[in-house]
RNA sequence: ACAGAGGGCCGGUCUGUCGCUUUUAGAAAUAAAGGAGGAAAGUCCGGGCAACACAGAGCACCAUACUUCCUAACGGGAAGCUGUGUUACAACAGAGUGAACGUAACAGAAAACAACCGCCGGAUGUAAAUCCGGUAAGGGUGAAAAGGAGGGGUAAGAGCCCACCGCUCCGAUGGUGACACCGGAGGUCAGUACGUCUUAUGGGUUGCAAGACCAUGUACACCGACGCAUGUAGGGCUGCUCGCCCGAUGUCGGGGGGUAGGUCGCUAGAGCUGCCGGGUGACCGGUAGUCGAGAUAAAUGACAGACGCUUAACCGGAUUUUCCGGAAAAGUACAGAACCCGGCUUACAGGCUCACUGUUUUA
RNA sequence: CGGGGUGUAGCACAGUUGGUAGCGCGCUACGUUCGGGACGUAGAGGUCGGAAGUUCGAGUCUUCUCACCCCGA
């Protein structure tokens, strides 16, 4: 995976319908505008993983091609920006599972959306060491 | 040339870097090839396909409705007919209803066996006027007022009579037909709109989250059939016995509960393109070639650069409008497959093309 | 993706054969009260989601369109 840094496949993506109800559930989020950002950790099994879903809600963006422009910059931004925080996880010996849920009525333009996706890369970064070294962490998954 | 109205088609291209998805090859790393639309949209019709239901006939309900054709089918399309309409081309509408019934607000005398005003005649009266009768030509109301508008006729009028038009019926001709046209007759006690209604044709229900299979695995309450049994264990009626009744544990089916993972359905089809032939046309027949997305939290992309196209300030040249060359800047649409087809409808930057109508000018 | 439903006054709702759009709560004014509430009287407030069509006339019938809600392994 470190041989490949930009690459995106399914292993990394949450395509589980039964885990993302537990994400939604179980998880918890927080607002990095034009984004919010659900997250929930648990201790990695053998080596650190991050699985994401990007969502874009019909009531906001009622065209199919508006929701697919905008999860496409989404993950374009996340797949070329996700490497620190890959690094942050993998030091703290956990994985990740978060979700990234479109906010605003409109479409927002490629350099912005690169600006705000790492600064909820870096919030959640953050999230990431205050949920770890507090001990609040391994509350329900073990999996 | 200007104006108007219509049909058909296209709807970006290339390079680099980083990715996604399917197939094939490979042990793997990886490589190669393919990867949104004319509307993929709305889900308004029609089919295919699938599951379930189903003797036959009638009624009811829903949809459609000029004629002839096209089609797998259609509420779609083509060509025609009639009417409305336009300077014209367009465009729009379209079964029957003298079989019967219902409704027609407000206004108006009256909305269907019509006398309010008016007109005419008669009676009473000096007169004004009142009463009786005739009259649908005129007035006013209304969306709509009892064939039209002339002449004759009459007290005044009226298809009361006459010619023309319209209407109804009959006949001839042309047309597959709607219908057109011609001739004759009737003599208008046949009004209008909508609905009920009549006639003909079609319609079983639900939809790929249909449906089929595999894996994981929970809990069987209840029902039916079969099997076992001297109807056993056990239970109910009872204080107890007898007696009577129910009857677990097996198999199959129903029902209920659970699973949220995978495979199939899943893309070669009323397919697309070229040519030839038939038809006014929708379309049909023949022949050759060709394979063009199959995702499943859901791929088909992101960024950078160059070009093309449109509008073009501005600059240069010929220089009256105008033409030629260059060009900053701005814009480059509507929109994303989810079982598949045939239509309809709606959205759409810009461009190409075909045939048409009117006016003006030139030959 | 497939199927079904609803839009009427500020809010919740009525409105059958097409013929002047209503009820309740709320709002405004007046009365009543020392004042308020309650009560009484009077009144205002409507592109009937939008656009076409049928009709003499559409909340109602037809077509298109917009928004919202529900159901389906």
Same mark, same amino acid.
């Given at each position: 995976?470190?041989?490949?840094?930009?690459?995106?496949?399914?292993?990394?993506?949450?395509?589980?319908?039964?885990?993302?109800?537990? &994400?939604?559930?179980?998880?918890?989020?927080?607002?990095? =505008?034009?984004?919010?950002?659900?997250?929930?950790?648990?201790?990695?099994?053998?080596?650190?993983?991050?699985?994401?879903?990007?969502?874009?809600?019909?009531?906001?963006?009622?065209?199919?091609?508006?929701?697919?422009?905008?999860?496409? &910059?989404?993950?374009?931004? =996340?797949?070329?920006?996700?490497?620190? &925080? &890959?690094?942050?996880?993998?030091?703290?010996?956990?994985?990740?599972?978060?979700?990234?849920?479109?906010?605003?009525?409109?479409?927002?333009? =490629?350099?912005?959306?690169?600006?705000?996706m790492k600064?909820?890369?870096?919030k959640a970064?953050?999230?990431?060491?205050?949920?770890?070294?507090?001990?609040?962490? =391994?509350?329900?998954?073990?999996?």
């Amino acid at each position: 995976m470190a041989d490949h840094p930009f690459k995106f496949p399914k292993t990394e993506r949450l395509c589980s319908e039964s885990q993302i109800a537990e &994400l939604f559930q179980d998880g918890e989020s927080f607002m990095s =505008y034009p984004v919010r950002v659900v997250m929930q950790i648990y201790k990695a099994v053998e080596h650190s993983e991050i699985r994401v879903v990007m969502s874009v809600p019909k009531k906001k963006l009622k065209h199919a091609v508006d929701r697919n422009r905008v999860k496409r &910059l989404l993950r374009e931004t =996340y797949r070329l920006n996700k490497q620190t &925080l &890959l690094e942050q996880a993998m030091a703290q010996g956990v994985s990740v599972r978060m979700a990234f849920i479109w906010i605003p009525p409109e479409v927002i333009d =490629y350099q912005r959306v690169e600006k705000k996706m790492k600064e909820a890369l870096v919030k959640a970064g953050k999230w990431i060491l205050g949920h770890t070294t507090d001990g609040t962490v =391994y509350t329900k998954i073990e999996n």
